[in-house]
């Protein structure tokens, strides 16, 4: 059977740097044309050239990982965590909209604050405890303000090969310190970049390319690891798997201390539930997400190989 050309797409994706972003420019290479920019040349904190930049490339799919993510600096910066977070990704829902693209976006568990006993479902109401959560609640209200054909993935707990996280932030300290104390009573999924870069890449392949995004499922999505762990099981883990790959340790993994949240008091308050309920996203477009353990196992193997 003959080759078939086909439109091949083209990408835009922002924070190119970023822990989601360096992965994405992975998962979707197969796909299309990936035009990867980052902070120098996509500055989300001025919309102007934002716009110029998206109408000079007419993506058929924006992609924007790129966030204000530094959660305590913005208690006291909130006009740059708003207008990065919410002013500059109703500029880019607007200009997906008048292209007739596709919007990917990403948020957090921190539009919720946390109180809730059991995992979080998309319908659930939301109320952003820090600035950091109120901006990032401000950019899915733009998406939905400006009718884009949009999908917005709601994650938590990210850790990435390429970047800081609290992963690397507990193999850099076992190795340094001869004690480690972590809070225990806040409880989420560490979830990978390159597991939320994967199916961003498995969504739009099959659900949005394959038609032209006639029957495309838009809307919010909950997207994070299976299973749930806290910080000082996550952190003890981290230092398990990493002695059974023999890198030498001053901190027993066995021995950290569990500690609560108020005995480390942060400037910006965080849910102490961050669970996600992902079935809405696992239905809808056919997706299995692997337990927190193995990404993070892969992830510090890239790490520590």
């Known amino acids: 059977m003959p080759y078939k050309a086909r439109n091949?797409?083209?990408?835009?994706?922002?924070?190119?740097?970023?822990?989601?972003?360096?992965?994405?420019?992975?998962?979707?290479?197969p796909l299309g044309n990936v035009i990867a920019v980052d902070r120098a040349a996509c500055d989300l904190s001025r919309p102007d050239a934002l716009r110029q930049l998206i109408r000079l490339y007419r993506p058929d799919v924006i992609v924007n990982p790129a966030a204000y993510t530094a959660v305590d600096k913005a208690e006291t910066d909130a006009d740059t965590a708003f207008a990065v977070n919410g002013t500059a990704v109703g500029v880019l829902a607007e200009e997906a909209k008048a292209l007739g693209s596709l919007l990917v976006h990403y948020?957090?568990?921190?539009?919720?604050?946390?109180?809730?006993?059991?995992?979080?479902?998309?319908?659930?109401?939301?109320?952003p405890l820090s600035v950091y959560g109120r901006s990032k609640l401000a950019g899915e209200q733009a998406i939905e303000?400006?009718?884009?054909?949009?999908?917005?993935?709601?994650?938590?707990?990210?850790?990435?090969?390429?970047?800081?996280?609290?992963?690397?932030?507990?193999?850099?300290?076992?190795?340094?310190?001869?004690?480690?104390?972590?809070?225990?009573?806040?409880?989420?999924a560490p979830t990978t970049a390159g597991l939320i870069a994967d199916v961003t890449a498995h969504i739009v392949a099959r659900h949005w390319l394959g038609d032209g995004g006639a029957t495309f499922a838009a809307g919010i999505y909950h997207l994070s690891a299976a299973g749930i762990t806290d910080w000082h099981a996550y952190a003890s883990e981290v230092l398990r798997y990493a002695a059974s790959l023999g890198i030498a340790l001053k901190t027993d993994p066995g021995a950290i201390v569990p500690i609560p949240a108020s005995e480390y008091p942060l400037p910006a308050p965080r849910p102490a539930n961050s669970r996600l309920d992902t079935s809405k996203l696992r239905e809808t477009f056919d997706i299995h997400l692997p337990d927190w353990q193995q990404g993070i196992h892969y992830l510090l193997d890239q790490i520590l190989s």
């Open 8 to 29: 091949i797409p083209t990408f835009l994706v922002t924070g190119s740097n970023g822990q989601i972003g360096f992965e994405l420019r992975r998962s979707l290479a």
């Open 145 to 188: 303000a400006s009718g884009a054909q949009a999908l917005v993935l709601r994650t938590c707990w990210v850790a990435g090969a390429h970047g800081r996280n609290f992963a690397k932030t507990m193999l850099k300290l076992g190795r340094e310190r001869d004690s480690l104390r972590v809070i225990a009573d806040q409880f989420g």
């Open 107 to 127: 948020s957090t568990d921190y539009v919720f604050d946390g109180r809730k006993q059991g995992a979080y479902v998309e319908t659930d109401a939301v109320n």
